[in-house]
């Protein structure tokens, strides 16, 4: 059974930084791509950033682009997501999900087979 878990959210001042944190285990192929979205009431979810099955290849929403860095731990499920400069418009539930099998840089929920619950990020201003 395959399990995705963010952890690292919480509240900020305008111009911090917080990094999130996301591990999936029960995986059985290597070759997955892990990507961020987040999400507020209002809006659809939203494409936030991506990094390859190896950590070699990056892409980021232009809302992000950096500010937002992307780190993964080698081949290994696990991906990080550091926020810095953030500003109150950054403010949603941040998710990360795993493209199985996908060795690619996939931008869409529907490319993605496994999501974690999601971890609030506030800034406030």
């Known amino acids: 059974q395959v399990h995705v878990q963010e952890s690292g959210g919480g509240l900020v001042h305008t111009g911090g930084s917080l990094t999130l944190s996301c591990t999936a285990s029960g995986l059985t192929f290597s070759e997955n791509a892990m990507g961020w979205f987040r999400q507020t009431p209002r809006k659809e979810r939203e494409f936030v950033g991506v990094v390859n099955w190896n950590g070699g290849e990056k892409h980021y929403a232009d809302s992000v682009k950096d500010r937002f860095i992307i780190s993964r731990d080698g081949a290994k499920d696990t991906a990080y997501l550091r926020m810095n400069n953030l500003k109150p418009e950054d403010t949603a539930v941040y998710y990360c999900?795993?493209?199985?099998?996908?060795?690619?840089?996939?931008?869409?929920?529907?490319?993605?087979?496994?999501w974690g619950q999601g971890t609030q990020v506030t800034v406030s201003s």
């Open positions: 999900a795993v493209a199985y099998g996908v060795v690619g840089l996939p931008q869409y929920p529907g490319e993605y087979s496994y």
